[in-house]
């Protein structure tokens, strides 16, 4: 029989909660392409209806694709990143 001495064996490894680490969010493919392509689809959407009222619907919907496209990395960095 072993004495307790109060202090842990050398073996022991102990972990606060402080020491353990953080679960990160599992990073989804077909989630991040869903995201990607809302985000794309609603500034090409709203793109072409500026463009409409402006009088060129086609440089509204170029203008939405890039500014959707910039967006869209944006929101799937935000919505993966830790």
């Not at 029989?1 to 599992?26: K, W």
């Not at 991040?32 to 793109?47: K, S």
């Not at 072409?48 to 910039?70: D, E, K, Y």
Request: aromatic residues 6%; proline residues 1%; without cysteine.
């Amino acid at each position: 029989m072993s004495q307790s001495t109060g202090r842990a064996d050398a073996g022991t490894v102990l972990f606060s909660p402080r020491m353990q680490g953080t679960t990160s969010s599992q990073f989804n493919a077909a989630g991040a392409g869903g995201v990607l392509l809302a985000v794309l689809v609603i500034a090409i959407a709203i793109g072409a209806l500026i463009g409409h009222v402006a009088g060129s619907t086609a440089i509204g919907v170029l203008i939405g694709a890039v500014i959707g496209i910039l967006g869209g990395i944006y929101a799937v960095y935000k919505r993966y990143s830790v």
